[in-house]
């Protein structure tokens, strides 16, 4: 259907709104009725042809076979649908044989409900459609409605009719369907103030995508396929790539059979997919409602190719409890199994950040790629995503973990940037991701980058956000890039700007890098005081509710039952600050024990001050070392949070000072070997990770600054001792790497990879630029003066 066939198709379809549901429904409502009877419609007339033999089939089975059920295969067989309608009513029937009576009217629209197959109930219940029919019949406006949608004006079915004037009427098709509920639904919504939920793809790009897929194994595609989406929406992409491969004036031409499968979880777009899959003789039992993160649907499925758009930016945080149990992932699709950085295999998270769940559905398809060893093809997935999926989550993070999975397997193909504001809900930059586990052996550990942002053309009117859209040529333009897999420069225009297409080639390990830790040594001087030690006497997630108890009511505190006694205006002044306690936190607060806990500690520093004095030093270990000694020989038992307290509350760090000592230790020539064949360097490189030695022989390690920590990100390509050498040593001598932490990370950056500089403009083209603009300003003064330009400089 062209542009112009589809704004008049919705702008008909909202004039019923309109012309009809004004006075009925709020606005923002009329999509209820709406978008049902569309589908209803669909249906309908499709039936139409065949109504007659369907009802002899039910006359055969109830009158000669006496049965008490009917047979469903006969009645498909029948109606030449997968779905038929037993009453003796059609829309057409309905509207022309009313009267003004609107009870009669419902009885019958009900008793043509009930006739429809188990199918079409299920699209029925889904939309609610018989609660809208009673409200509409209650509100006299069920008749009017009907007559709209009957209407030899308006064309529903996927073939071409025309008017009673003549006009053509183009059939809808699938995606056409889609294209008309996601207008009907931005208009909707956009009388609502609302945004529009769902978006759906639009056909030029649903149209690269299949090309995509199927272009480069064109000659050996399966002789049985099956398709799947996992966020199908109202099954565009599966129909279109159905098209696509079975078309006998295309490229393809594929004679094998094609199964569709697809999940989505609105009730409206299911409704309508499940009727298109009806309507192209499709098998509706494979298209499944509800959420495909929650439940695993096809669990035992494996399937050829795969086409998604899925939503991006939008919260999975109703499906977590499906997925995982605390930090625990419990959902095999979300999990992988990845080797850390010394070579041990450990089974990772694959789950992103809750409040994007996009990368969940590229992980649903991996889990579902068909072998190469039930498909010499193996299985091709397609499937849009925002920038977020190229670069969001650090090493070790589930993004991360889910990229490197897929590069690692060698999985990721290509991706592809498109045009900004190509979607009608969304102005943002977008991807075609494509992965296949049956890469051919000149693509094998490499992957395509295909920059497309600046191939469009401009729409003369926006639909939505969308305000430009492929053209065919762009789209031959995009799939001869991807074919040739080749590198592209992109081309510049007269004015030296970037124009065209361009292609990089990059090895898979080109995305990847460690994340290393570098610490530096802790510097830290003490000194015992009063003043340090009193913040002991109070917990630091309490610290200021404690002191106000403390400030009030003194030594009281530590009597039993006074704080349980006080709970009720401690609670009324906390609220009064803004202080908001969670229950555990209100329990502690005014826990007796928990405060003498504390006030044993503060004695404990005080006991500690006496023995050792309030001498400053500049050596903390030791410091440490004559505390460890007090606690010794008094017998003190501290716990070692508890003895931490006392001494970060009496020490700070300081550039001037020592540095802080963690371990001293003699290693022989065996531990040294050990050590430096774990570590992939020389006995003399051991001060690079962190050990030092000592005139006497020993090991010196230091405690690293939490705060001065930093972490460098090292290319897989390069050595994480390299780096550090040239990059990090040279600027802070005495940091060290912490290799325990290493972890490994994939990004990947368009912006990196594509952004060419353009220099400045030289002085003398700038200063033309001045001229001239001062020049037309003098003309626009004296245009406005009534002044000549040449009289203006005299004036200057």
Known sequence: MNLAAHNKLVSFIWSIA???????????????????????????????????????????????MHSVELDNEPLKSASGYVFYNTSKWTLQKLQSTATNN?????????????????????????????????????????LDVLEKFVSPKINLTPYDREDPDGNQLPGLSNLGMGYVFEELIRK?????????????????????????????????????????????????????????????EGAIRATGDVYLYGKEINDETYAICKSDMMIKGNNPENIKVGSTLSTDEFAGSRFDFMLSNPPYGKSWNSELKYIKDGNDVIDPRFKVDLTDYWGTKETKDA???????????????????????????????????????????????????????????????????????????????????????AKPADRQGRVQLIDANLLYRKLRKNLGDKNCEFAPEHIEAITTAYLAFQPVERALDANDDPTGIAVRIFDNTDFGYHKVTIERPDRRRAQFSAERLAPLRFDKTLLEPMEHLWETHGEAVYEAGFLKAQAKPIMVWCEEQGITLNAKARAKLIDTANWKRLRALLNHGNALMQAIGTEETADYSAFCDRVNKVLKARKIKLSATEKNAILNAVSWYAEDAEK??????????????????????????????????QADGSWLTYAPNTDLRDAESVPLKDSIHRYFRAEVKPHVEEAWINLDTVKIGYEISFNKYFYRHKPLRGLDKVTADILALEQQADGLISDILGVPVAALSEVE
């Open 660 to 693: 802080v000592i963690a371990k001293r230790a003699k290693m022989t020539e065996q531990d040294l070997d050990e050590l430096t064949a774990h570590l992939s360097c020389e006995v003399g490189d051991l001060a690079d990770f962190g050990y030092y030695r």
């Open 351 to 437: 789950t992103p950040r809750s409040s994007d769940g996009q990368l969940l559905f590229l992980m649903e398809m991996v889990g579902k790629m068909k072998s190469t060893k039930d498909s010499a093809v193996g299985a091709r997935i397609a499937s849009v995503h925002n920038g977020s999926s190229l670069f969001t989550g650090d090493a070790g993070s589930g993004e991360s973990n889910i990229r490197r999975h897929i590069i690692e397997n060698d999985m990721l193909d290509t991706i592809i940037q498109l045009p900004n504001n190509l979607f009608y809900n969304t102005g943002i930059t977008t991807y075609i991701w494509l992965l296949t586990n």
């Open 18 to 64: 309109d012309d009809c549901l004004r006075d009925v429904y709020v606005r923002g409502k009329y999509r209820d009725v709406i978008l049902p009877m569309v589908v209803l419609r669909r249906l309908d007339t499709l039936l139409e042809p065949t109504k007659e033999a369907v009802l002899e089939e039910v006359e055969f089975q109830r009158g000669e």
């Open 102 to 142: 609107q009870q009669i009217l419902l009885a019958n629209v009900e008793e043509y409900l009930g006739g429809f197959s188990d199918n079409v109930k299920e699209i029925v219940e889904r939309f609610k459609l018989r609660d809208q029919m009673r409200h509409m019949a209650s509100k006299d406006v069920l």
């Open 188 to 248: 909707f919504n956009e009388e609502n103030n609302e945004e529009a939920g769902e978006h759906f793809t639009p056909r030029e790009v649903i149209h690269l995508m299949t090309h995509l897929i199927f272009d480069s194994i064109k000659d050996r595609l399966p002789p049985v396929m099956t398709i799947y989406d996992p966020a199908c929406g109202s099954g565009g992409m599966l129909t279109e790539s159905q098209n696509y491969i079975t078309d006998v």
